[in-house]
Every structure is written in C-alpha cells, then in structure tokens.
C-alpha cells in the first residue's frame, strides 16, 4: 500500500506533463497540456478531423496557477507560436512573428487564449510542389492532409523588483487530419 501511495505522489510531482485526450467523436477537442513552474499551457484543436474548406479551429491558451492574483509576461508579438507539419508530404510550415518586446498581464485562473491564424511563406527557391502547397494553404486555409502541431508558449517573467528573470518555453503536440 505505502509502494502505491508513493508512485502516486511521484507521478504527480513533474515540473512538466503531457496530456493528450483524442475521442473520435465530432466537435471533441483535442487537447495537449504542460505545465511548468505557475504555468499551464494547453494546444487546442475543437476536432480530431476536419472537411477541406472547413475552418481549422486551433488554439493556444496560457493559464497562471500561481500564488498572486496577477503575473505580467514578457513576450514576442505573441508569447504563441504554432509551427506545423503536413505529415503525408512532409512540409513544414513555418510560423513567423515579428519580434517586439511586449507585457502581457495574466489574471489567476483566466487563461490567456490565442486563435491560429493561417501564417507561412515560400521562396521562389523551393520546390514547385511546396510552393503549389503553401500558395493554396495561404489562400484557402489547410488542403487535405495529416496535420501536425507543435504549439510554443515562449515568454519570460521577471520577480518582485524585476531582479529574477524566468525563461519559460513550453511545448505541447497535437496532431488532426483534413479529408475531402
């Protein structure tokens, strides 16, 4: 009994956790979670697999669970970032912000919620079936395909007297198909 009661309290004792929930059912989502530190960042998808022109609806949320009523966040354009990869051509689509220094403050228990939106670019130097692939992703959103997400949160937080910097990048994966 004293072994199992151990493990249990090993096991919820990780700096960092992966909590992936897939039901094929339609509209339940598909969610990633990490937590580090007073942090807990979730990769949402609202399906498991969507129809071609269908809007892909995917999510990043930030969420502090710390002692004080309120955290500001140093961060990019967006403490957000959702590199993607199409699993069946192997493309990656990258995801480009501009990089100003911004504050973001986080109210405990209001998670901070940000919705992709369709980013990425080509070169005239890539291959023609990359470039046909990102031109109809830019325009209509994602084509058929496996998709693979691999959410960021980036951001840093400074303590009382901005004398304690806490770097924090958190990853968390989702994957979801679009079908014709």
Do not use: W
């Not at 498991?48 to 990019?76: C, M, P, R, W």
């Not at 990258?94 to 209001?110: C, Q, S, V």
């Amino acid at each position: 009994m004293i072994l199992v009661i151990g493990l249990l309290l090993l096991s919820g004792c990780g700096t960092a956790m992966q909590n992936e929930t897939t039901d094929s059912s339609e509209n339940t989502p598909i969610i990633a979670e990490v937590q580090q530190g007073e942090f807990i960042y979730r990769l949402i998808t609202e399906q498991e697999s969507y129809q071609t022109g269908e809007d892909v609806k995917l999510f990043a949320e930030l969420e502090y669970v710390g002692n004080k009523q309120e955290i500001t966040i140093y961060h990019a354009a967006s403490p957000f970032s959702f590199p993607i990869k199409e699993l069946t051509a192997g493309y990656e689509i990258g995801y480009p912000m501009n990089e100003p220094l911004l504050t973001t403050t986080i109210k405990k228990g209001e998670p901070l919620r940000q919705q992709y939106e369709v980013a990425g670019s080509y070169s005239e130097a890539d291959d023609k079936d990359y470039i046909a692939f990102m031109k109809d992703f830019l325009e209509n959103s994602f084509p058929e395909g496996k998709y693979k997400v691999n959410g960021i949160a980036d951001f840093y937080t400074n303590g009382e007297n901005d004398d304690q910097k806490t770097d924090y990048q958190m990853e968390a994966k989702i994957e979801f198909e679009v079908m014709e």
